[in-house]
Nanobody
Framework: QVQLVESGGGLVQPGGSLTLYCSTTGHFFGIYYMAWYRQVLGKERELVASIPTGGKEFYADSVKGRFTISGDNAKGTVDLQMNSLKPEDTAIYYC??????????WGQGTQVTVSS
């Protein structure tokens, strides 16, 4: 089973920036979708940004203009550049990759805390 490994989370002040990284432990075949989600304790996991292979990037309204998703199908990596961070961006962030052979895989989550 190919696993996803996330890194890059941490504590940042409002207005600051962070980049989240997600990579696979093995080869992920036939990637057709990459995404980042986030979840706050007690709330449902929400889609933050996604890249369908050959399709248009999607961003949640709350992050448009501030976050940028980038993925590399060949390497099996997907990053999330987060700028102008706000306290309401505080959450556990999860990467998700879907492939024709491997199905859907999730990372273990990385905590992002935006606070002064």
């Amino acid at each position: 089973q190919v696993q996803l490994v996330e890194s890059g989370g941490g504590l940042v002040q409002p207005g600051g920036s962070l980049t989240l990284y997600c990579s696979t432990t093995g080869h992920f075949f036939g990637i057709y979708y990459m995404a980042w989600y986030r979840q706050v304790l007690g709330k449902e996991r929400e889609l933050v940004a996604s890249i369908p292979t050959g399709g248009k990037e999607f961003y949640a309204d709350s992050v448009k203009g501030r976050f940028t998703i980038s993925g590399d199908n060949a390497k099996g990596t997907v990053d999330l550049q987060m700028n102008s961070l706000k306290p309401e961006d505080t959450a556990i962030y999860y990467c998700n990759i879907k492939g024709t052979m491997n199905g859907s895989s999730w990372g273990q989550g990385t905590q992002v805390t935006v606070s002064s």
